[in-house]
């Protein structure tokens, strides 16, 4: 095996289609083209979801509601989860350690699937009513932080 001798698979890489090459070729004098119009002519680009003059889908289709552009999306962590990662407090530093989430998510919400047997002091933005009830169950304590 040699990097000089590396080549696709057979049959991955097709033939561009040459367009203009004579009237035995199929696709001579206007090259597939046709005659006059607005698509004809070189260099034409259809802009993204031009529809050919048709009114395109996006403007269709009914607009409804808001959409906040400044929406944060909070890391939700399930507390099954949670009774993997070791130690007596947990905060987002440590969840981000122990892989259970990405470093640069700002918040994170806590939900109640599954359980938790250890008491654990665990400190996230949120928390949901079931996971407050199950962490304190187990004798820990659901910390908000800011």
Known sequence: MNLSQLQPAKGARKKDRRVGRGPGSGRGKTSGRGHK????????????????????????????????????????????????????EIGPAEMAAAGALKPASARVKILGRGGIAEAKTIRAHSFSAAAVKKIEAAGGKAVVIE
Do not use: C, W
């Open 37 to 88: 119009g607005q698509l004809s002519g070189a260099g034409y680009k259809a802009m993204r979801g031009f529809e050919g003059g048709q009114m395109p889908l996006v403007r269709r289709i009914p607009k409804r509601g808001f959409t906040n552009i400044f929406r944060h999306e909070p890391a939700v962590l399930n507390l099954d989860r949670l009774a993997k990662i070791s130690g007596a």
